[in-house]
């Protein structure tokens, strides 16, 4: 997925492109309903971006998926070709998509991670099951950045710091 000068995103390739269909396409493809897109990830089978809402609404976290089998979209249920709102209180100014989990950054500092948990990558216990929106991943107040790679997450910290959580099998945590 990509970003115009419009404001809009095209997606393109196997998987949901967000303009209500769910086959592929080598071709770009308008994603349907987003006008003033700021970021746009993309995971296995899914895509999210950031959309200003402007006023009240601020920036807000939008994604789509056909089967929502990770819980993508942040809640249970069918998956949509469409993008759908994401439920978080307050703003987001980062996000980032992983194999099967998305994190989102909030002003302020706090993480919140959703999907995919069978190595941690959400950042909080849950058995290694997958989840929906659940609260900030603990004792991160300071990030400035997240990045959702295929089994762990990692955020740069307003010090400078970087902390990750996850799958560290090939080394992904930095923890030697």
């Given at each position: ?12 390739g196997l998987g949901p ?99 995919r948990n069978n190595a ?11 989840d929906v929106i659940g ?42």
């Amino acid at each position: 997925c990509s970003i115009g000068s419009s404001g809009r995103a095209s997606c393109w390739g196997l998987g949901p492109r967000g303009d209500g269909l769910s086959n592929g396409d080598s071709r770009p493809v308008e994603v349907a309903g987003l006008t003033n897109v700021l970021d746009v990830d993309v995971g296995v089978g899914f895509a999210c971006a950031i959309e200003d809402l402007g006023g009240a609404m601020g920036r807000q976290a939008f994604c789509w998926t056909s089967s929502n089998a990770d819980l993508q979209l942040g809640r249970t249920g069918s998956g949509t070709p469409l993008p759908e709102q994401v439920s978080l209180a307050g703003e987001e100014i980062d996000l980032s998509g992983g194999y099967g989990h998305v994190c989102a950054l909030q002003p302020g500092g706090a993480v919140y991670c959703w999907g995919r948990n069978n190595a941690g990558q959400l950042g909080r216990d849950t058995g290694g099951a997958d989840d929906v929106i659940g609260p900030a991943v603990s004792g991160i107040t300071d990030a400035t950045a997240v990045s959702a790679g295929r089994f762990h997450t990692c955020v740069l910290r307003s010090s400078g710091a970087l902390s990750c959580w996850g799958k560290n099998t090939s080394g992904e945590l930095g923890d030697g």
